[in-house]
């Protein structure tokens, strides 16, 4: 099983939008609606953000918010802050395959 | 309030083996899964397997096979993880991470354990 596509790098000024793309296969994120974004300090422990691509745990910002389009999901962070800056993992349910993670982005706000 | 805590580090030598707990507390042990998931330094996270705390039944990554085997023992409320055949690219912070059977995502997450190999 090989790991969902991001792209390595996204930044934002404070304020602005970005948006993280996530792209599998029609074996995992095309073919589940069970796709959910870690977000990652350096040296900490993730912590999860969004799940079942569009829903949010309780205590998570509604900056943050999730999507999906045939093989690829998203995750988006609206009114970016210094806080936000992080790594950040999708990771989605593989069938037989068990789970895949992405292979993740640094997000970097300027 | 939910907790994982798992083992201290570990450093092995090639062809060793490591077996790495996680004791879960503050909620009903067997009625959860656990995942282990492993991070390598400065690379991505990477899905091992994992086992249904109530029945016990496994699953373990195609790439894992054969090395990995993880075990629970519910009146400890503890999960373990057993890697053999350690080679040097096995270094990596391992983590255990709760899983809600019939859902797709991890709410908690160990503290993460540190296993070094080296000769």
């Known amino acids: 099983q090989s790991a969902l596509t991001q792209p390595a790098s996204v930044s934002g000024s404070p304020g602005q939008s970005i948006t993280i793309s996530c792209t599998g296969t029609s074996s995992d994120v095309g073919s589940y609606n069970f796709v959910s974004w870690y977000q990652q300090h350096p040296g900490k422990v993730p912590k999860l953000m969004t799940y079942?691509?569009?829903k949010r745990p309780s205590g998570v910002s509604n900056r943050f918010s999730g999507s999906k389009s045939g093989n690829t999901a998203s995750l988006t962070i609206s009114g970016l802050q210094a806080e936000d800056e992080a790594d950040y993992y999708c990771?989605?349910?593989?069938?037989?395959?068990?789970?895949?993670f992405g292979t993740g982005t640094k997000v970097t706000v300027l | 309030q939910v907790q994982l805590v798992q083992s201290g580090a570990e450093v092995r030598k090639p062809g060793a083996s490591v077996k790495v707990s996680c004791k879960g507390s503050?909620?009903?042990?067997?009625?959860?899964?656990m995942h282990w998931v492993r991070q390598a330094p400065g690379q991505r996270l990477e899905w091992m397997g994992w086992i249904n705390a109530g029945n016990g039944d496994t699953k373990y990554s195609q790439k894992f096979q054969g090395r990995v085997t993880i075990t629970r023992d519910t009146s400890a409320s503890t999960v373990s993880m057993e890697l053999s055949s350690l080679r040097s690219e096995d270094t990596a912070v391992y983590y255990c991470?709760?899983?809600?059977?019939?859902?797709?995502?991890?709410?908690?997450w160990g503290q993460g354990t540190l296993v070094t190999v080296s000769s």
């Open positions: 079942e691509v569009n």
């Open positions: 991470a709760r899983n809600n059977v019939g859902t797709s995502f991890f709410d908690y």
């Open positions: 990771c989605s349910y593989a069938g037989s395959s068990g789970y895949v």
């Open positions: 503050g909620y009903t042990f067997s009625s959860y899964a």
